[in-house]
Structures are given as structure tokens and as C-alpha cells.
């Protein structure tokens, strides 16, 4: 009989497998530096001024991403979920205070790594590390796109995009927190959201 804990795993594997091969015994050294973390709704990762000890893999729930302005405005920059990974990999990888919040959206079910225990994973497992890598190609991406859609699209143009880029999360979250992702106040995101219903 399976235990809940692999299950857990078994989804982590399947996400490496979508990038890559990986036979049963190179997934079985792999898993062996990872801890299951069950967090419930409204617990924060990490606050400003922390460091963030560890890495995370999203098995299940959604997270929220936010970093505060000089003035105290709150700006969203993603929504974690399953599948993705979470945490400040910046404070991560040179143990420096984070400047991020992160807090659960929901219960979530988490894969936790710790630096050192990434730092001996990446040395030891080929297979791994070119995972690892193809990860940060892709969040360099994707946070290179943001930057461009955030300089050179309308709102409306970004609401469009949003959702036709996670169909999946929308519906769990609120509107509040879908406009501060636009950059928007919560009052032209309903106008965006009545347009986009006409």
C-alpha cells in the first residue's frame, strides 16, 4: 500500500520526468534530500529581513510572492503552486536577509531542501543538477517576460495574458490580489473584469 508520503513524491518525480529522464534509483538518491513540509492557510515562509533557509517544491496549495516599495506598497511578483518551486532563492544562495514575504494561500504540502543539502545534491547527481539548471533557465525567462509585459502591455492586455497563463489559480484567488499581480488597484481590476465579461 502506497504511503501519502509517496504520492508526494511520485508528483515530484513526474515533474522531472517532464524536462528529462530519470530512472528509479537516480529519483531514489534525489529524494532521500528532501523533507515533507505540510503548512497550513496563512503561514508565512519567509519575512522581510529573514533568510531563507530552504527551498521548496509545491506538491499542493498556492502561495503568494510579495515585496514591500520604499513608500510601503505591497507588490505581488507570483502566485507558487503546484509544481512550481517557492522561496527567495536569492537569500538561499548567499544566506543574506530577504526582502520578500511569502505566505500560504491555502494548506499546502511541500518538498524542502536545504542549501547545503541542494549544494551536495547538485555536486553528487548529473541528472539533478541539469534539472536544476533547466529550472533557472526557465525562471529567467519568465521573469525577463514579466518585466517586458509589465513595461510594454496595457492592463487590460495583462489581465488577458494572466489568464490564459494560469486558467488553474485564478478562480482560487481573490480579486484583491490578482490586481496588486497587475499593478493595479482593485477598483480598475473589477472594471477590467466586467470588460472582460461583456
Given at each position: 500500500?502506497?504511503?501519502?508520503?509517496?504520492?508526494?513524491y511520485?508528483?515530484?518525480?513526474?515533474?522531472?520526468?517532464?524536462?528529462l529522464n530519470?530512472?528509479?534509483?537516480?529519483?531514489?538518491?534525489?529524494?532521500?534530500?528532501?523533507?515533507?513540509?505540510?503548512?497550513?492557510?496563512k503561514?508565512?515562509?519567509?519575512e522581510?529581513?529573514e533568510?531563507?533557509?530552504?527551498?521548496?517544491?509545491?506538491?499542493?496549495?498556492?502561495?503568494q510572492?510579495?515585496?514591500?516599495?520604499?513608500?510601503?506598497?505591497?507588490?505581488?511578483?507570483?502566485?507558487?503552486?503546484?509544481?512550481?518551486?517557492?522561496g527567495d532563492?536569492?537569500?538561499f544562495?548567499?544566506?543574506?536577509?530577504?526582502?520578500?514575504?511569502?505566505?500560504?494561500?491555502?494548506?499546502?504540502?511541500?518538498?524542502?531542501?536545504?542549501?547545503?543539502?541542494?549544494?551536495?545534491?547538485?555536486g553528487?547527481?548529473?541528472?539533478?543538477?541539469?534539472?536544476?539548471?533547466?529550472?533557472?533557465?526557465?525562471?529567467?525567462?519568465?521573469?525577463?517576460?514579466?518585466?517586458?509585459?509589465?513595461?510594454?502591455?496595457?492592463?487590460?492586455?495583462?489581465?488577458?495574458?494572466?489568464?490564459?497563463?494560469?486558467?488553474?489559480?485564478?478562480?482560487?484567488?481573490?480579486?484583491?490580489?490578482?490586481?496588486?499581480?497587475?499593478?493595479?488597484?482593485?477598483?480598475?481590476?473589477?472594471?477590467?473584469?466586467?470588460?472582460?465579461?461583456?
Open positions: 500500500m502506497e504511503r501519502e508520503s509517496d504520492s508526494y511520485n508528483k515530484f518525480k513526474s515533474h522531472i520526468e517532464k524536462h530519470v530512472k528509479n534509483v537516480e529519483f531514489e538518491t534525489i529524494s532521500h534530500f528532501f523533507e515533507v513540509k505540510k503548512v497550513g492557510k503561514t508565512s515562509l519567509i522581510p529581513g533568510i531563507c533557509r530552504f527551498e521548496n517544491f509545491v506538491v499542493s496549495g498556492l502561495f510572492t510579495t515585496v514591500p516599495d520604499e513608500s510601503g506598497k505591497i507588490h505581488t511578483l507570483n502566485f507558487p503552486h503546484e509544481n512550481w518551486w517557492v532563492f536569492k537569500s544562495s548567499t544566506q543574506t536577509p530577504s526582502n520578500m514575504r511569502i505566505e500560504a494561500l491555502e494548506d499546502s504540502v511541500l518538498l524542502e531542501i536545504t542549501k547545503s543539502s541542494l549544494d551536495e545534491l547538485l553528487s547527481s548529473p541528472v539533478f543538477a541539469n534539472y536544476f539548471r533547466i529550472l533557472s533557465e526557465n525562471a529567467s525567462i519568465a521573469a525577463n517576460e514579466r518585466i517586458i509585459y509589465q513595461l510594454s502591455q496595457t492592463a487590460e492586455q495583462r489581465y488577458q495574458l494572466f489568464c490564459q497563463k494560469y486558467p488553474a489559480i485564478k478562480n482560487r484567488l481573490s480579486q484583491r490580489r490578482i490586481a496588486s499581480f497587475l499593478g493595479v488597484s482593485p477598483e480598475y481590476f473589477n472594471q477590467l473584469e466586467n470588460r472582460k465579461k461583456s
